[in-house]
């Protein structure tokens, strides 16, 4: 190697810096979220512009020229319209507003020793599985995203997901 530096094919390299530690990373702070009116309302008057604007060649061609064209001119003028209409209300409602969020079919709400049973659409599916003192106690032992680890009252164990089972009653 030093035969080859001194010919000049290979630089040395530069000597390493000394590492210093890195500075404790300061986490960002989220932005505020703007209220739902307010934001989607900026979102439809967003859509009406790129509407507009990527459709300005139909819309200057001259009337009569065509049936087809003039009917689609008049059913983007109500659409572009129906847009601005929807960001006004939009943008009128309060900002106290917050649409009802229902939570999902998939059981999202299932903890562990949750006692679970399967759901009337899936219930021909595991039948045949499980005896009907298994299928009558079924007890959640792990959930793992949309998945659940289920004991029988037998003492078995399977696998089946959220969306096969609902929480039983009390």
Do not use: C
Request: net charge positive.
């Amino acid at each position: 190697m030093a035969k080859a530096i001194n010919t000049g094919n290979v630089k040395p390299s530069a000597p390493s810096a000394v590492k210093t530690e890195k500075a404790a990373k300061v986490p960002k702070e989220k932005k505020a979220q703007l209220p739902f009116g307010k934001k989607f309302s900026t979102v439809a008057k967003k859509a009406g512009q790129r509407v507009g604007k990527s459709l300005k060649a139909v819309l200057a061609i001259p009337s009569g020229m065509n049936v087809a064209v003039d009917a689609i001119q008049e059913k983007l003028t109500s659409a572009m319209h129906a847009l601005d209409l929807a960001q006004l209300e939009l943008a009128a409602l309060p900002d106290t507003f917050a649409p009802n969020v229902k939570a999902s079919k998939s059981g999202g709400s299932i903890a562990v020793g949750t006692v679970v049973a399967i759901r009337a659409k899936w219930l021909p599916e595991y039948e045949g599985l499980l005896s009907d003192a298994d299928l009558a106690s079924l007890t959640v032992i792990n959930v793992k995203g949309t998945k659940l680890a289920l004991k029988t009252a037998g003492g078995n164990t399977l696998l089946m997901p959220k969306a096969h089972v609902e929480a039983k009653a009390a």
